[in-house]
């Protein structure tokens, strides 16, 4: 019994001390342990990661990182804020097989994926239709967003499992799957912080249960163009949810109308007040029925280009408040296609009727009250000169809910606007257009064609931002394997996709930079996608992320020189607009560590770019540019590098066919040697231009009677204060400082107007302008300057004698001297052109 | 009863009688038919706006037009935007060879048109198309000065020298455009308005000290002929040269200032220019500013102490032939005093 009893009690010891042993291996007990780490770049932000103990191995070693759980605390930054231009790692474990970068594929390697991304694509035109619609997480369980996150994450990767190529593109399909995708971005994209002030709140939690969803919503919220300061969109979308309520944000227009102008006004940075504002005028009137009905149709990226226009303040001068907006929407009701000419409405007008300056506040000082301090209104009565205009045109069709925008030209302001699907400029005058507003601070017109052509192609794009929404997250999570396939996957499907390109250009430059094969493999993506039609985009992209990266790795200066004179080779024209290739070319230059190299880099892109029509005289002119801002040294570099571009352009043809174009090509490049205030060139291409093209120069010269002296002014190089519209025919210049006489622009703006620069200091006879017209306006005297340095300038007198087409300055007594002239009047718009320009007067000697 | 039933029916029958609209199909058919009456045209959006819809339907539809266009050629003129094959052949057989003319702003309209196809009236402002009532009195308001200015112009067409001249100026008094051959090759009597050039003015001023351009304005105003916005652009130019002074001269005083713009005012106190005048007493006379606030709006004048009495408003001033205030050549001898003294002194009128 005993015995028995002994058994019994060993072998229950014995159980419970097998029970002990196997407890924690068959029920483990979680510990959960604060991993504490610096986020980079942003050292007083903390982020902190709940892990299981088993998980963290890349730590065990450093028991300081550890620290016991807090019984009851308010998180901090828990997920970090993520923005386009960075990558943040979390503390998670590294997987070996993820820590590799996969090798470059050839376009053969990405058929199977790119063949399941149409797939994708289709199927995502087919689900939005569908609407699909998860309320998952409720609004309290917004309270705490990093355990949605850390919820989701692990979901996501529980997915993906294999996280191979085709288990990503599978697991994209689901719109479930994806709904938790954009959940995760939202949540990387504002950071848990964010969306916990979020839900502070007074709608903030029923905002954020609503938004997160619905699949659609969050969709256009994510991906319809570029997202900045996520906390103030939310911001301002719970204060636009407050107002109109939930029934109202489900109509589709009320809620296009509210995320574009929460997107738009968080990017750019305008307050609350104004953004309600806007809202409010841009629904209301669609609710009224008041705006086009082209309007009805526009998808999210582009209403950002309406709800988002500029200038929102309510008050006189600005054109964007939703008072002046209101007046050209009741005012000037027209079919799309009428709005591109609307500032024909209005009288162009440098001066109102009071003789008051457009530029000076009196100008529509009193009439304000008159016009309700409505800024379209009051240019409407008064007129105005080309800002007024191009504004009023385009804020009439803005009003109406149609896509435009104003934009820069050198001394001008025109406009963009979009008839249909295809956008047209307005009041344009010059080919140098900046956009004032553009989806990727990128101002140039060409951009705004890509923005086009890549958003219109929507559920393409669509499924490459969804990926690289992947790639995003799976590098946070340290899988940096499967987050280059997505990249690479998502660049190659979508290849004008440029925010998409340059992030992952970006991802390159950190994980592989000495990766020649796959800076090799996205050059080639880049010239195969965008270097198709947008060239100026894909001429920017190689010179800004690619070449600065790859040009190290080619060891053959040949090879390298041949790669980017090829990518000139690959445009045939302009594109969608010319564009300044200045930038492409220092980018190219830049990498020649030698003059040698220099030399041979400028006779190849000579060789290519002087035979393509359009090119050839832009790279004259950034030659004759790079030829002045070289150091000055013994000067024999300069001279070497001139002597290649005149040999260059003598190479041009004279034939009647090539005349126009070689008349074009030296024109743009004897106005850089002006501007460039390069003597010998401007000399130079003046004759070169004289002896190819003679019957382009006047037959007979002006009749003019001169100065004691010899024309001293012959030698020298002329200026003026502007080109447009001219700038083919810029030679006429240089015949405008010979017996030939010549033609060129003549513009008067403040210190602006006809510059001459001579061979030596002079001591001056007379001056003798031919107009190319009767001068009929005396009312403002033409006076002249002298300088010895181009710095300083010195008035002489007495002011010009206007007889006929002449304006004459007779210096005999005025003991006037120096190196340069000019002359100077106060500006009008019109102006007649300048046909002869003589200096009379005698060379001083050393 | 029976007095009932035959004012009703008396009522139908003028509506729907033989003082109907002729209704045109089409543009040249209009143009064609009209002869001396005005051609009424409906212009509005066909398929993007909605608020065309809805001003067709109640103009149109319920014929609210009726009886505002009797005599009228009337045509319904649809826009299209982005037109499709369908659309664009409608255009095309409505328009014929010709065009619309310019000088419409907005739609949806009414536009007065000549058989000559000029623009002789227009019914565009949102206050006007507001609702069928308002934009119907204004047509008619178009209409009827139609008839007039083209009864003035069939005398002035019989008429010769300034008898001739003077109808001519009657006729283009009358607020409505004036037909495109009017004029026809003898525009004399006419060459002050129709050549007149506010901004040559503006800078033929420039040239001139005060005397010179006082009486430079002074006597363009004697020579007649301009109209009342032509007068107050006139004064708005030389009010303006003196408000400026200019190289080497101080601004005119402010007296003399508020002297000119308030005459500019009188000229025709609604106008813009009107309105430009009473804005240029408050800011540059009164040192004040014009305040945004919401309607009515009151003028806020922030400026120093000025003694109202002072003011030389239109009751203190001489009156011109024109109606107006008038300064004399004397007072612009006012440019050398104290640009910075806000009272008006002795020296202002010296």
């Not at chain 1, 065990?60 to 901090?76: G, K, L, V, Y």
């Not at chain 2, 649809?78 to 664009?88: A, G, I, S, V």
């Not at chain 2, 119907?136 to 112009?153: C, G, M, R, S, T």
């Not at chain 2, 001033?317 to 612009?332: E, F, P, Q, R, Y």
């Amino acid at each position: 019994m005993t015995a028995r009893l002994i058994k019994l009690l060993t072998g229950s010891f014995l159980f419970f001390c097998l029970g002990v042993a196997l407890f924690p291996v068959l029920f483990p007990t979680q510990v959960e342990k604060k991993v504490v780490t610096r986020v980079d770049k942003a050292p007083t932000v903390v982020r902190d990661t709940v892990v299981d103990d088993w998980s963290n191995e890349d730590t065990e070693d450093d028991d300081s990182a550890w620290e016991e759980e807090p019984e009851d605390t308010t998180p901090q930054i828990r997920v970090a804020r993520q923005d386009d231009e960075t990558f943040d790692e979390e503390n998670v474990p590294l997987d070996p097989k993820q820590n590799v970068v996969p090798e470059a594929r050839v376009h053969a390697q990405f058929t199977s994926a790119l063949g399941e991304m149409r797939r994708f694509a289709e199927k995502l035109e087919k689900q939005e239709a569908e609407d699909y619609k998860n309320a998952e997480f409720k609004a309290a369980d917004w309270n705490d967003p990093e355990k949605i996150y850390f919820t989701l994450a692990d979901r996501v990767l529980g997915k993906l499992g294999k996280l191979d190529e085709a288990s990503v593109l599978q697991y994209m399909q689901d719109p479930a799957n994806r709904l938790d995708l954009a959940r995760i971005t939202l949540i990387r994209k504002a950071g848990s912080q964010s969306i916990r002030t979020i839900t502070t709140l007074p709608k903030g939690k029923e905002l954020l249960e609503h938004l997160t969803s619905d699949l659609n919503w969050m969709t256009n919220l994510l991906h319809s163009g570029p997202i900045k300061s996520v906390e103030t969109v939310l911001t301002y979308l719970e204060s636009i949810y407050r107002q109109v309520g939930p029934k109202e944000m489900v109509v589709p227009a009320t809620r296009r109308i509210a995320t574009t102008t929460a997107l738009e006004f968080a990017r750019e940075g305008w307050n609350e007040t104004e953004m309600l504002g806007r809202f409010n005028y841009y629904n209301d009137s669609w609710k009224a029925g008041k705006l086009n009905s082209h309007f009805d149709n526009l998808q999210y990226w582009e209403t950002r280009f309406v709800t988002g226009c500029k200038q929102p303040a309510d008050s006189a001068g600005s054109w964007g408040g939703p008072r002046n907006l209101s007046w050209h929407r009741d005012n000037v009701r027209l079919p799309m296609e009428r709005y591109l000419g609307a500032e024909g409405q209005l009288a162009y007008r440098l001066r109102n009727v009071a003789g008051d300056s457009v530029f000076s506040a009196d100008y529509l000082a009193p009439i304000w009250k008159h016009v309700n301090f409505t800024t379209g209104w009051a240019y409407r009565e008064i007129g105005g000169v080309c800002g007024a205009l191009s504004h009023y045109a385009t804020y009439s069709a803005l009003a109406a809910g149609l896509p435009a925008a104003t934009m820069g030209e050198p001394g001008h302001c025109a406009y963009a606007m979009r008839i249909g699907n295809e956008w047209h400029r307005g009041n344009s005058i010059y080919w140098q257009h900046s956009l004032h507003k553009t989806f990727w601070d990128e101002h140039e017109w060409g951009y705004l064609i890509l923005t086009q052509k890549l958003y219109e192609d929507r559920f393409k794009t669509l499924a490459a931002d969804y990926l690289v929404s992947m790639a995003d997250f799976l590098t946070a999570r340290r899988k940096m394997k499967a987050a280059f396939n997505c990249y690479e996957v998502a660049v190659k499907f979508q290849p004008i996709n440029w925010p998409a390109m340059k992030r992952y250009a970006a991802y390159l430059k950190l994980k592989a930079p000495e990766d020649k094969d796959k800076w090799m493999t996205l050059h080639d993506a880049v010239m195969d996608g965008m270097g198709k039609e947008h060239f100026h985009a894909a001429a920017t992209m190689q010179s800004r992320y690619v070449y600065p990266n790859l040009a190290p790795l080619v060891k053959d200066r040949n090879k390298l020189n041949k790669m980017y004179s090829g990518l000139f080779s690959h445009f045939k024209s302009w594109g969608a607009n010319r564009w300044d290739i200045a930038p492409v070319l220092d980018a190219q230059i830049s990498t020649c560590k030698t003059d040698d190299d220099r030399k041979a880099y400028l006779k190849e892109v000579l060789r290519v770019l002087m035979k393509r029509p359009d090119y050839a005289g832009a790279v004259l002119t950034w030659g004759l540019g790079y030829v002045a801002s070289l150091p000055e040294g013994d000067g024999s570099v300069q001279e070497e590098f001139t002597n290649m571009l005149v040999q260059a352009m003598s190479r041009t043809g004279a034939s009647r066919k090539q005349a126009d174009e070689t008349w074009a090509t030296l024109g743009e490049a004897i106005h850089a040697a002006a501007k460039n205030k390069e003597r010998r060139t401007f000399q130079a291409i003046g004759k070169l231009a004289l002896r190819k093209c003679k019957n382009k120069f006047p037959k007979k010269g002006p009749r003019i009677k001169g100065f004691s002296g010899r024309v001293v002014s012959a030698t020298g190089w002329i200026d003026t204060a502007t080109t447009i519209g001219d700038m083919s025919n810029c030679c006429l210049h240089w015949g405008v400082l010979q017996r030939s006489g010549g033609a060129m622009p003549g513009k008067f703006e403040g210190k602006s107007g006809l510059t001459v620069g001579l061979e030596k200091k002079c001591d001056f006879t007379g001056v003798v302008c031919v107009a190319s017209a009767k001068l009929e306006k005396k009312d403002r005297p033409f006076y002249l300057e002298v300088s010895d340095d181009g710095q300083n300038w010195y008035r002489v007198r007495p002011n010009g004698v206007i007889s006929g087409d002449q304006i004459r300055f007779d210096l005999k007594n005025s003991e006037a001297s120096g190196k340069f002239v000019r002359m100077l009047r106060e500006g009008d718009k019109y102006e007649p052109g300048i046909a002869g320009f003589y200096v009379y007067g005698k060379p001083q000697k050393n | 009863m029976l007095k009932n039933i035959f004012k009703i029916t008396a009522l139908a029958a003028l509506l729907a009688g033989p003082t109907q609209a002729a209704v045109a199909r089409t543009y040249p058919d209009a143009l064609a038919k009209t002869g001396r009456n005005p051609i009424v045209i409906f212009i509005y959006g066909a398929n993007y706006d909605k608020v065309s819809e809805r001003t067709y339907e109640e103009f149109i539809k319920k014929n609210k037009i009726a009886p505002y266009i009797r005599q009228t050629t009337f045509l319904e003129m649809p826009l299209y935007q982005q037109p499709n094959d369908r659309e664009k052949k409608d255009m095309e057989k409505r328009m014929g060879d010709k065009r619309l003319p310019g000088g419409i702003w907005s739609y949806p309209c009414l536009a007065v048109v000549d058989a000559k196809g000029t623009l002789r009236g227009v019914v565009q402002s949102p206050d006007e198309m507001k609702d069928p009532e308002t934009a119907l009195a204004a047509l008619k308001v178009h209409i009827d000065n139609f008839y007039k200015q083209e009864k003035i112009l069939e005398r002035a067409r019989k008429a010769k020298g300034e008898r001739k001249a003077d109808l001519l100026l009657e006729a283009a008094d009358i607020d409505l455009n004036m037909p495109s051959d009017a004029l026809g090759k003898d525009a004399s009597g006419l060459e002050n308005r129709t050549g007149f050039d506010p901004l040559s003015l503006v800078e033929a001023l420039q040239t001139m000290d005060f005397d010179q351009a006082n009486a430079h304005v002074r006597k363009m105003m004697a020579q007649g002929g301009y109209s009342k916005l032509q007068r107050q652009m006139m004064m708005a130019a030389y009010a303006g040269h003196l408000r400026r002074g200019g190289e080497g001269k101080k601004p005119a005083s402010k007296e003399l200032l508020r002297a000119l713009y308030t005459e500019m005012r009188n000229i025709d106190p609604k106008s813009t220019y009107g309105a430009y005048a009473e804005g240029a007493i408050v800011i540059w006379v009164e040192g004040g500013k014009l305040t945004d606030d919401p309607v009515p709006t009151e003028i806020n004048r922030t400026g120093g102490n000025v003694d109202s009495s002072a003011g030389s408003g239109s009751s203190n001033g001489t009156k011109t032939a024109m109606g107006s205030t008038a300064i004399s050549s004397d007072d612009v001898g006012a440019e050398d005093a104290d640009a910075q003294d806000d009272e008006p002194s002795d020296a202002d009128f010296e």
